[in-house]
């Protein structure tokens, strides 16, 4: 076996394009199908039902990762084996519940063989196939059509690109919910508590802060000089300042308002600070996620930015250089 570099990524661009005509074709092909299976979902949510996914072959693939999504959207989803169905597995359904049964021709022997069992234990069937008139389609509630005007198999018979416009339709369908449902980034976080993404998800800037000695603070009537030594102190390359009377944030000092104070004549130094402030700072509560904080960062390309309470006092600082160590970038 030879691979010659050229053909073979030929082959490969041909295979980008043959699923990408797939997907194209799904998306203009939905209609009033796509709506109403959304709903059928979104009423068996309401109703505290589950959504029950079944397959065989690569549609059981297909199947187990679109429940997977599901759940991880705080949908209770989960994948149904038809063989392992007919030998006690049916115990997982229940009245309400949704059955959304993959089949890309639509006439899989082990999945007609669900329907009317599934049906006898009161779920609604949703045909979910590339064949509008099969067997499946017709015996069910609800249909989930994708297109395929062909396969990249060259054989025409490894699927591919009929597996691709399925997993893409069923993402779609848990994006829809998940909008519908209004799911925030803390009901996702809930889903999601384990490994680097749980980690940053649950992270609040609370919990990344800098504080007291850490934590540089000066009115804003004190000498550019004693800012700058209340900085060099708490090894900080910025300084919340505040009005004295009410504590409340006035504006922040950093290294660069620092360096453009120096071009301002030989006396700068003994200047009030407030003179060389950034006034009405970028400025994140506590509660907040750290997430959140990484988008101020980005959005506004600040180096630091000051944490408030809800009197606008300031309580905390996030130094951007603080951001790498604790893997939210």
């Known amino acids: 076996m030879a691979i010659a570099p050229k053909s073979a990524l030929a082959r490969a661009r041909r295979c980008f394009r043959i699923e990408s005509d797939a997907l194209a074709a799904t ?26 996914f079944s397959g065989v072959g690569k ?12 759940n991880s959207t705080g949908v ?41 069992l599934l049906k006898r234990f009161g779920l609604s069937i949703v045909a979910f196939t590339a064949h509008p008139d099969s067997d499946l389609a017709r015996a069910a509630d609800q249909r989930l059509f994708y297109r ?12 591919t690109a009929s597996t691709t416009a399925a997993l893409a339709l069923g993402d779609a369908l848990a994006m829809v919910l998940l909008e519908a449902r209004g799911l925030t980034r803390d009901d996702f976080a809930k889903y999601h508590p384990a490994g680097n993404l749980g980690r940053v998800l649950l992270l609040r800037v609370r919990d ?58 030989p006396d700068f ?20 996620l750290g997430v959140d904080a990484l988008r101020l960062f980005e959005a506004y390309k600040i180096d630091d930015l000051i944490v408030i309470d809800s009197q606008g006092r300031p309580v905390g600082l996030i130094d951007g250089q603080d951001l790498p160590k604790l893997k939210i970038v």
């Open 148 to 159: 395929v005007p062909r396969e990249a198999c060259p054989l025409k018979l490894a699927p």
């Open 59 to 70: 549609s059981a693939h297909i199947a187990q990762k679109i429940a997977a999504t599901f």
């Open 208 to 265: 990344i802060m800098r504080t007291a000695d850490r934590l540089p603070i000066a009115l804003d009537t004190v000498t550019l000089q004693d800012a700058i030594l209340a900085m060099t102190k708490a090894k900080s390359g910025s300084i919340a300042l505040v009005a004295k009377k009410t504590g409340r944030l006035t504006g922040i000092l950093t290294d660069g308002d620092f360096r453009r104070s120096a071009l301002t004549g």
């Open 76 to 116: 209770s989803s989960c994948f149904l084996d038809p063989t392992q169905a007919l030998h006690g597995d049916l115990g997982l359904c229940a009245e309400g519940d949704l059955a959304i049964l993959l089949s890309n021709s639509g006439q899989s022997d082990e999945i007609l063989r669900l329907v009317p």
């Open 269 to 288: 130094l003994s200047r009030p600070v407030a003179t060389y402030m950034t006034r009405s700072p970028k400025t994140i509560a506590a509660d907040a």
């Open 27 to 52: 998306a203009r092909s939905l209609d009033h199908d796509f709506v109403a299976t959304a709903r059928a979902v979104e009423t068996t949510i309401v109703a505290g039902g589950k959504l029950v």
